[in-house]
């Protein structure tokens, strides 16, 4: 199910309306002044005549070998923006501005066919080299840069070079301190050598094709959210919560009249976005698989009538978090199923 009900009325309103009916232009979104940040970013590191074109689309990403940037059409309107915050979590401005300057990356890899030179092949590796949603990556390697959550420049070639470039790009990264002595560190110097090279010359492929477009987006607001919905239920539909949980925090019968609690639901709640946050970065397990074990846990303590006692809380939240960590670890090790085994009869 997606839970549109969580989004605010006025957003809800906008579920039947048609994307290309809304009237999204990028020059008069929300996220307009991020764009020219980007390209302020881009001037700054002396790339004077690198500017892809950026774009309202379906999701985050460049076509293949186009030298353009496809943005959220949630992005484009504050009150679809919280369709998609109360569905997945709306990108913040860190985040967005992290997005700009990887999918920077590929745009200006393709715009100067930087992938088909020897030098991009021995650093990189294979630019034709299969991509899997699934992929191994170990943790913690010091021969990538670490930018977007789940260790995704380890994914493919490209996004390894789509990281180096963002987190090079990153006027806050302080690169040259943080990656001194990983094997990232050549990329990155690669990169900065390369900047200096084109920072004057014109992109071999400067006009790129753009995928679809909010103006050729037919589908509902309802239809594209329920298109991307990833329903993630079959992976934690059988998951026994509750013998783990009432360990965590107090069932009503166990409570004391001279402490104070508040309902475990609310401090879950408070911080899901966080938790979310931290287990995906430090996982790599899937942002969608993480969010739907962190909301299952905040319904099931609610349906527990289960209370964090005020004086432990902190140390409540660290057990949990340590707990849905070790869940999502089963899950990506592969080692056991994330459901519990049916026993049988």
Same mark, same amino acid.
């Given at each position: 199910?997606?839970?549109?009900?969580?989004?605010?009325?006025?957003a809800? =309103?906008?579920?039947?309306?048609?994307? *290309?009916?809304?009237?999204?232009?990028?020059?008069?979104?929300?996220?307009?002044?991020?764009?020219? *940040?980007?390209?302020?970013?881009?001037?700054?590191k002396?790339?004077?005549?690198?500017?892809?074109?950026?774009?309202?689309?379906?999701?985050?990403?460049?076509?293949? @070998?186009?030298?353009?940037?496809?943005?959220?059409?949630?992005?484009?309107?504050s *009150?679809?923006?919280?369709?998609?915050?109360?569905?997945n979590?709306?990108?913040? @401005?860190?985040?967005? #501005?992290?997005?700009?300057r990887?999918?920077?990356?590929?745009?200006?890899?393709?715009a100067?066919?930087?992938f088909?030179?020897?030098?991009?092949?021995?650093?990189?590796?294979?630019?034709?080299r299969?991509?899997r949603?699934?992929?191994?990556?170990?943790?913690?390697?010091?021969?990538?840069?670490r930018?977007?959550?789940?260790?995704?420049? =380890?994914?493919?070639? +490209?996004? &390894?070079f789509?990281e $180096?470039?963002?987190?090079?790009?990153?006027?806050?990264? +302080?690169?040259?301190?943080r990656?001194?002595?990983?094997?990232?560190?050549?990329?990155? /110097?690669?990169?900065?050598?390369?900047?200096?090279?084109?920072? &004057?010359?014109?992109?071999?492929?400067?006009?790129?094709? $753009? +995928?679809?477009?909010?103006? @050729?987006?037919? =589908?509902?607001v309802e239809?594209?959210?329920?298109?991307?919905?990833?329903?993630?239920?079959p992976?934690?539909?059988?998951?026994?919560?509750?013998?783990?949980?009432?360990?965590?925090?107090?069932?009503p019968?166990?409570?004391?009249?001279?402490?104070?609690?508040?309902?475990?639901?609310?401090?879950?709640?408070?911080?899901? *976005?966080? /938790?979310? &946050?931290?287990?995906n @970065?430090?996982?790599?397990v899937?942002?969608?698989?993480?969010?739907?074990?962190?909301?299952?846990?905040?319904?099931?303590?609610?349906?527990l +009538?289960?209370?964090?006692e005020?004086?432990?809380?902190r #140390?409540e939240?660290?057990?949990? $978090?340590?707990?849905?960590?070790?869940?999502?670890?089963?899950?990506?090790?592969?080692?056991?199923?994330?459901?519990?085994?049916?026993?049988a009869?």
């Amino acid at each position: 199910m997606v839970p549109f009900e969580k989004a605010p009325p006025e957003a809800r =309103q906008l579920l039947t309306v048609p994307i *290309r009916d809304l009237g999204l232009s990028l020059e008069r979104s929300p996220v307009a002044p991020l764009v020219r *940040r980007l390209y302020g970013e881009l001037d700054a590191k002396g790339l004077h005549r690198f500017r892809p074109l950026c774009y309202l689309s379906d999701e985050w990403g460049c076509p293949s @070998e186009e030298p353009v940037i496809g943005i959220p059409f949630y992005l484009g309107d504050s *009150r679809v923006a919280r369709i998609e915050e109360a569905i997945n979590d709306v990108e913040d @401005e860190n985040e967005i #501005m992290m997005y700009l300057r990887h999918e920077a990356g590929h745009a200006i890899n393709y715009a100067y066919e930087l992938f088909r030179t020897d030098e991009w092949h021995e650093l990189f590796g294979s630019f034709r080299r299969p991509y899997r949603n699934d992929f191994p990556f170990v943790p913690f390697s010091r021969d990538h840069v670490r930018h977007i959550a789940g260790w995704y420049a =380890q994914k493919h070639p +490209d996004e &390894d070079f789509a990281e $180096t470039f963002a987190v090079w790009l990153d006027p806050d990264s +302080d690169w040259q301190r943080r990656y001194a002595g990983w094997g990232a560190m050549r990329k990155l /110097l690669y990169v900065e050598r390369l900047a200096r090279e084109l920072g &004057d010359r014109p992109p071999l492929h400067e006009i790129g094709e $753009t +995928d679809i477009t909010v103006d @050729e987006m037919e =589908q509902t607001v309802e239809e594209m959210f329920r298109k991307q919905h990833v329903d993630e239920s079959p992976h934690i539909g059988s998951l026994a919560l509750d013998a783990d949980l009432t360990d965590i925090f107090i069932e009503p019968q166990r409570r004391r009249a001279e402490r104070g609690y508040r309902p475990a639901s609310d401090l879950v709640a408070e911080h899901r *976005r966080d /938790l979310v &946050d931290k287990i995906n @970065e430090w996982t790599g397990v899937r942002r969608t698989l993480v969010r739907a074990l962190v909301t299952a846990v905040e319904q099931r303590v609610a349906e527990l +009538d289960l209370a964090a006692e005020t004086q432990r809380s902190r #140390m409540e939240m660290v057990e949990l $978090t340590v707990y849905l960590t070790a869940l999502a670890m089963t899950f990506l090790t592969g080692k056991k199923p994330l459901r519990h085994p049916k026993v049988a009869p």
